[in-house]
């Protein structure tokens, strides 16, 4: 508590105005929240740095973004190796200084929470929590070092409701300390294209087509929705999926797959096959609040997505098809009702989008991690003086401090 304590006096004498973001994994979702990020605290004026592993492609996109960013070598999955990564992190966080560390995903929240341990104020945001991919002896040891390590965390970002409630379910006590900010995407990034044109550049042929995009995992289910195609097919003549993206579990999702299936392989930006797309199915295992539905429901496409966290939340009613998680027969048909009604898609699409542009605008994602990171600065350093550095494209924060 006393070592605490001098930290945050040093930290309430200076300018706070230089944050560090930590992540791993540094692909996909999380790594696109995390460069979204970076860009809007970039443009206010923030001194943004980031520390994560250089093996994807997070970050030449975080440095493309304006941060500055530090390597640090660690693995995505808890192990032996943690103790080195912790020391290595904690090595960046003494070199950076920063006024403030925001941890992302599991491994990061592990290291980070254990080479900071509360010396300067900390963010942890989960992504979705690591209990859930787990079971038996391995999802009890984790759920325990969630329940000590939450201690080390002055805000918890959940990014759905169902997120904290499934932290308090578990008996996280989270009280005072977790905030929800759901994700947000870019509405002029994500929006409706043309249909035709995109199956031309993406040489398609016409018919019906449902589009799977993310990692290929066990947590993105594409082998669930594998399993429900032949009942799309046997509903929907010359329908086609494609699955867009690469991942661990090619192989086996290749031998798994059947008549009118393609794979498509990465992308780094997805909007043409959202274009291209009747449905966009998002069939998941686990999550917090995913990306890909918000993506496409901006983009004006129909979205069936597995009834995991943030699923309700991101897919409200009339916008898409909300379907019990690993429930094969149920998938099956809400792709095949959509495929098979295109105007009732269409209208789907429509209402989603509408929905993303009233609650999921990555402006105010941004603007809300902008304000707990000023209520944390406010209870830890004691500042006063918080000048917002606010416009339409670019909601943010700058921070001062008292003698700075």
């Keep these: ?160 409701e169902a997120e904290r409630s499934a932290a308090a379910a578990l008996g996280l006590h989270l009280e005072g300390s977790a905030v929800v900010v759901p994700n947000g995407v870019d509405v002029r990034h994500f929006r409706p294209a043309d249909r035709r044109s995109a199956r031309v550049a993406l040489d398609l042929p016409p018919g019906p087509v449902a589009v799977c995009v993310g990692r290929l995992s066990e947590q993105k289910g594409q082998d669930l929705l594998l399993a429900a195609w032949p009942r799309v097919r046997e509903r929907v003549a010359g329908a086609r999926l494609v699955l867009v993206g690469e991942g661990p579990e090619l192989g086996r999702l290749r031998e798994a797959a059947g008549a009118g299936v393609q794979f498509a392989g990465a992308v780094d930006d997805p909007r043409q096959w959202y274009a291209a797309a009747d449905v966009v199915v998002v069939p998941s295992r686990w999550e917090g609040m995913a990306l890909v539905p918000l993506e496409a429901s901006a983009s004006g496409r129909s979205v069936v997505v597995t009834d995991v966290h943030g699923a309700r939340e991101s897919v409200p009613r009339g916008a898409g098809s909300v379907v019990p998680v690993a429930d094969v027969d149920a998938l099956g048909d809400a792709v095949a009702v959509r495929l098979d009604d295109l105007a009732t898609a269409s209208r789907e699409g429509a209402a989603g989008r509408r929905h993303v542009q009233e609650h999921h605008r990555l402006g105010d994602s941004a603007e809300r991690v902008s304000r707990l990171y000023r209520d944390v600065l406010r209870e830890r350093c004691g500042v006063t003086d918080v000048t917002d550095v606010t416009d339409d494209a670019s909601p943010g924060v700058g921070f001062s401090a008292p003698g700075a």
Excluded at 88 to 109: M, N, T
Excluded at 131 to 148: I, K, Q
């Design 1 to 160: 508590m006393r070592e605490r304590q001098q930290q945050d006096d040093g930290l309430r004498h200076r300018v706070l105005h230089r944050v560090l973001h930590v992540a791993q994994p540094t692909t996909a979702g999380v790594a696109r929240c995390v460069v979204d990020l970076v860009r809007h605290q970039v443009a206010t004026g923030l001194d943004v740095h980031l520390a994560c592993p250089t093996d994807g492609w997070l970050a030449s996109a975080a440095r493309g973004a304006g941060a500055r960013v530090h390597p640090w070598a660690a693995t995505r999955t808890p192990g032996p190796s943690v103790l080195v990564e912790t020391r290595r992190l904690a090595r960046i966080v003494a070199r950076v200084d920063p006024g403030l560390v925001h941890l992302h995903s599991a491994k990061a929240g592990l290291a980070g929470r254990l080479a900071v341990r509360g010396r300067r104020p900390t963010v942890f945001q989960p992504h979705g929590w690591s209990f859930l991919a787990v079971s038996g002896p391995v999802r009890a040891a984790t759920t325990t070092w969630e329940r000590a390590g939450v201690r080390w965390a002055d805000r918890v970002v959940c990014v759905s």
